[in-house]
């Protein structure tokens, strides 16, 4: 049995600091869009640092980075860890940050005593997980897991019309499609929450049993346009008062399902004006589970009740699934890694379901996935104000090094 150490707890906060200083914005945030001069030099950094402590460096076709610590046995699937290194315009110092350098710590501390793993340990740098540049978010594990073809992905412009690809070239990072990850164990992400679950409960570490799965329903209720003073009660086809008890029952419902959340976050109302009986309606509510059998159970009751609806006003109504993403489900063998590595450094934990997706979502369809998560305070995220307490990130980063060792060796 290999004694557990803890990492350096200084040398991570050092490191930390100067991810912190590339890309700073006024307000001590970062603005690191993806495969812009900024991650540029963020990337060159992290690749020097891999380097230094005898990595075998990596890049693929889609920029993802990779360093490469080998195991005992030979040729045997390795053990991946890390995150991304690319934040929103106005985003914070920690997300995915904070996975990819703690990770780099866990493999310096590794080196510090000499510690060997029976499996290989791979860190890992995704591009493009935030979406900000280019649409949409996590390309780089979605390329490495299939889920986007190379040519959607290259094709993916940015705001000034240019593509993935020519971003890529850009900055240096166009690497081959044999470096991709493919002989691979596990995946562990550790990531801030981006919410307010462990603040609130004042617990240090979250043990991710998955990601939920949501879907966007677009409602569009069809009345009929008509004149506010002359037209009698009974005679209007107003669109604007059915649509408004589906609202209602879209909130209500949440009553009736533990666990579902579900919002109506855009409405449109035509002709929106004072004296105009309104005579369409468009809303689309986002509607969450970690359970995708309630969850579409939840919107079958919908469709009814909708339907009940429009049929009291007169209204006709299309309903249409405008996207679904599916949960995911981490692996049992992560999650009780995760679970025996909080116990035995005495660290308060719970287990939830994340909210946002990340880059262990598709890693998950490769390889036995999983997630740790630590506390944001207020639940604060994509903002240049989100912040973790070094004490916290310390904690998950020994979780990370504890996990590490326990998935590395048979
Ligand atoms: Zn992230």
């Not at 912190?20 to 945030?29: A, C, F, H, L, M």
């Not at 879907?215 to 506010?228: C, D, L, P």
Request: glycine share 8%; aromatic share 8%; proline share 3%.
């Amino acid at each position: 049995m290999i004694k557990l150490r803890n990492i350096d707890n200084k040398r991570l906060m050092d490191t930390f600091e100067i991810s912190s200083s590339i890309g700073r914005t006024e307000n001590n945030g970062l603005n690191r869009l993806a495969l812009s001069p900024e991650d540029q030099q963020m990337r060159d950094i992290f690749v020097k640092w891999l380097k230094e402590e005898n990595l075998e460096v990596r890049v693929d076709d889609f920029g993802n980075i990779y360093g490469k610590r080998e195991g005992k046995i030979k040729d045997a699937p390795s053990v991946a860890i890390g995150s991304h290194l690319d934040t929103q315009p106005c985003g914070g110092r920690f997300d995915g940050i904070f996975g990819v350098l703690a990770s780099l710590e866990v493999i310096r501390r590794l080196n510090d005593y000499g510690i060997e793993t029976d499996y290989p340990i791979e860190i890992i740098n995704f591009t493009n997980e935030e979406g900000a540049r280019f649409e949409p978010p996590m390309l780089g594990s979605g390329g490495v897991s299939n889920t986007f073809s190379k040519e959607f992905i290259y094709s993916s412009k940015d705001e000034n019309g240019i593509s993935f690809k020519q971003a890529l070239q850009s900055i240096g990072y166009m690497g081959e499609e044999k470096n991709r990850i493919k002989n691979i164990k596990n995946f562990v992400e550790l990531h801030i929450e981006q919410g307010p679950i462990l603040d609130k409960e004042d617990k240090s570490i979250g043990i991710i049993g998955g990601i939920i799965g949501m879907s966007w329903v677009h409602v569009k209720v069809i009345g009929e346009t008509n004149h506010a003073g002359p037209t009698p009660m009974s005679a209007r086809r107003d669109a604007l008062v059915p649509a408004s008890e589906m609202i209602l029952r879209i909130n209500e419902i949440t009553k009736q399902y533990k666990g579902l959340k579900t919002t109506v976050g855009k409405i449109s109302n035509k002709p929106n004006a004072v004296n105009v009986i309104p005579g369409e309606v468009d809303l689309t509510f986002d509607i969450r589970h970690k359970d995708d059998v309630e969850r579409k159970r939840a919107i079958e009751q919908l469709t009814k009740n909708f339907n009940e609806i429009a049929n009291e006003y007169n209204v006709e109504i299309e309903i249409t699934t405008e996207w679904n993403s599916d949960a995911v489900h981490f692996s049992t063998e992560v999650i009780d890694s995760i679970t025996e590595a909080t116990e035995r450094l005495n660290y308060s934990s719970m287990s939830f379901y994340s909210g946002p997706g990340h880059d262990a979502k598709y890693m998950n369809s490769l390889c036995n996935s999983g997630m740790i998560f630590v506390k944001s305070i207020g639940g604060i995220s994509h903002n240049e104000n989100e912040l973790t307490a070094d004490e916290d990130l310390i904690k998950g980063a020994n979780v990370l090094l504890h996990v590490v060792q326990k998935l590395a060796n048979k």
